[in-house]
């Protein structure tokens, strides 16, 4: 099993050095090789993804990815921005899957931003689309406006657009992965305005026709946004497209507490996967060894379980993860009166103590 290890920039690097403590203790045979990417590669190699990290992680059976970015990159020009190393890694791989879930675990109800009893065992999953949509649609640009409102001004647009089978492969990923879950799908669309999302609404229908065991909604996705702060616990898993799937699952991590505890996966048609934490390389607390190292951890977890077919050691860290929780243990960002600050570090080692029964 050969795992790609890239921490990146900012907590990338601490975060990810706990997750490789824990794979390690688990005791299986893994070969993981670290190289750079995002900004510590461009200021390595003049290149946020070079070849040879490219290369690393299409050799790998998974990616375990940190973060990447830093505001002193800002000025560069867009394609040696770290950023890029993500969106390059995404496409050079054919990451089309990307898995979000909110959990709300028992011990944080009371640090998320809506009521406890609206959140207590909440347990959705986010499947955005990530290939497609208005992100990659040609063509795009500016231009001198021709028609519209205001003819002769200067305009900006983007294409928002689907193919039958980018929606088709999302569609069957989401009722697969609902099979595994409670049999129920909400797809997420817009389909009362724009063509692209009633064509994807259409899809969706037809590919469902192959899961009668599985609950199929549909639902616009200005409502989606209202009723998941409404009532999160009523979805299991949601389907969209790529940018209400970007919106909606930074909305729904924000139902759990705090995003240092959100993982993703994000996957390819062989399975290959990379997996990452949801939140950046928050340079604001870069350094200072007290980023919550526990969505990386869960990110790898994700990873023996969709990429390389060890679901019962990722059970094992998912439950030492509630372990070191009920322990009262907690990193800045999720602490609370009561509980033990811990440090990013401590809070690794804690999941390894808790692993190995060395509590
Ligand atoms: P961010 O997610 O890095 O930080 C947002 C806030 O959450 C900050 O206050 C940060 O301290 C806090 N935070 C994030 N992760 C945390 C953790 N594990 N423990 C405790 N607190 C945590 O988002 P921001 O500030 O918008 O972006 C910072 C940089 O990260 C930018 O350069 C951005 O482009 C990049 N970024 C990279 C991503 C990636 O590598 N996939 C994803 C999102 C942002
Ligand atoms: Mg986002």
């Not at 290890?5 to 403590?21: M, Q, R, S, Y």
């Not at 992100?135 to 205001?150: E, K, N």
Request: with cysteine.
């Amino acid at each position: 099993m050969k795992i790609a290890i890239l921490p990146g920039d900012g907590i990338g690097t601490e975060i990810v050095a706990e997750a490789v403590k824990v794979l390690k203790v688990l005791d299986l045979p893994f070969e993981m090789e670290t190289a750079p990417v995002g900004g510590a590669a461009y200021e390595a190699a003049g290149h946020p993804l070079p070849d040879s990290t490219l290369a690393l992680a299409k050799a790998a059976d998974a990616v375990l990815f940190g973060a990447v970015g830093d505001w002193k990159y800002d000025t560069l020009e867009r394609r040696l921005r770290p950023e890029q190393a993500i969106l390059g890694l995404r496409k050079e791989l054919g990451l089309f899957a990307n898995f979000r879930p909110a959990i709300c675990y028992p011990e944080l109800t009371h640090a998320s931003s809506l009521k406890p009893e609206l959140v207590a065992g909440l347990d959705i999953l986010i499947i955005r689309e990530l290939t497609g949509d208005i992100y990659f649609g040609q063509p795009r640009g500016r231009r001198t406006a021709v028609d519209g409102h205001f003819p002769g001004s200067e305009e900006a647009f983007d294409t928002m657009r689907y193919s039958r089978p980018e929606i088709e492969r999302i569609a069957h990923v989401a009722f697969q992965a609902a099979r595994k879950r409670n049999r129920k799908v909400t797809s997420v669309d817009k389909a009362n305005v724009l063509e692209t999302f009633q064509f994807w609404k259409d899809v969706v229908t037809e590919v469902h026709a192959q899961y009668p065991d599985v609950e199929l909604e549909h639902m616009y996705v200005d409502n989606a946004a209202m009723q998941l702060v409404k009532a999160p616990k009523k979805f299991d898993v949601v389907v969209t497209g790529n940018m209400f799937g970007d919106i909606l699952s930074d909305e729904a991590a924000m139902l759990t507490g705090s995003i240092g505890m959100l993982p993703s996966a994000s996957l390819n048609a062989a399975n290959q996967g990379l997996y990452e934490p949801s939140h950046g390389s928050a340079p604001d607390i870069a350094g200072k060894g007290i980023a919550n190292p526990l969505a990386t951890i869960l990110s790898a977890a994700m990873m023996l379980k969709f990429s390389l077919n060890q679901p019962e050691a990722a059970a094992r860290i998912e439950a030492a993860v509630q372990s070191v929780l009920s322990q009262g243990l907690r990193t800045a960002d999720i602490y609370s009166e009561g509980t033990r600050k811990v440090s990013t570090r401590e809070m690794g080692d804690a999941v390894v103590a808790a692993l190995t029964g060395a509590t």
